[in-house]
């Protein structure tokens, strides 16, 4: 069954974060390189703006996740858990997050993003452009690279798409060339 019909059915078509049943969309959570049931999950567009951040955070439309924190799905719980970290300043979320529970590799992956971070302990990656970079973003590579330890070169102007980025080094990032998944230098990428 295709993973948009999937996640309809398993959230009775309407977004599984807020309930609303208009403008649904399926969001992959990043940094999930593939669509997928067990990383995805259907959301709203008003939910879709604010989780990627082309709208402000509204606090009061975010109380929804008081009920969706409860979900059977392992996907939503992730994005609830990044959500109330987001969101923690404003007081609720915390009590919220200390009656959340996720397994250690549920866990390990909601912090891929480092929601759960202050601003002061984030890696910052930025492209040659000096332009922020986050998972799941797209970028061009500004140059041919060699692929260490493999024949394979990859060609200026590619895109890769849906990064990922090393938590410990502000200078890689991680993505799929050729069905190959690859670590570039941000020194040669521009974001798209």
């Known amino acids: 069954m295709h993973v948009l019909a ?14 609303t049943k208009e403008n649904l969309k399926q969001y992959t959570i990043p940094p999930s390189l593939n669509e997928n049931v067990d990383r995805d999950v259907l959301v709203c567009q008003i939910c879709l703006d604010q989780i990627e951040g082309h709208t402000p955070m509204n606090p009061n439309h975010w109380r929804c996740l008081n009920d969706s924190m409860w979900s059977e799905h392992v996907p939503v ?39 759960d971070k202050e601003p002061s302990e984030k890696v910052i990656h930025k492209d040659a452009n000096g332009v922020t970079l986050k998972v799941g973003d797209s970028v061009v590579l500004l140059k041919d690279l060699k692929v260490k330890g493999s024949s394979m070169v990859a060609k200026q102007g590619t895109v890769v798409r849906n990064i990922r980025l090393d938590p410990d080094n502000e200078d890689y990032i991680e993505g799929k060339v050729g069905g190959q998944q690859i670590v570039i230098i941000t020194d040669y990428v521009k974001k798209t």
Do not use: H
């Open 6 to 19: 999937t996640l309809r059915e398993r959230s009775n078509n309407t977004c599984e974060l807020c309930g």
């Open 77 to 115: 719980k992730i994005m609830v858990w990044r959500l109330l970290q987001r969101l923690r300043q404003e007081g609720w979320p915390k009590d919220l997050l200390d009656m959340m529970y996720l397994d250690d590799a549920s866990l390990t992956f909601a912090r891929a993003t480092e929601d």
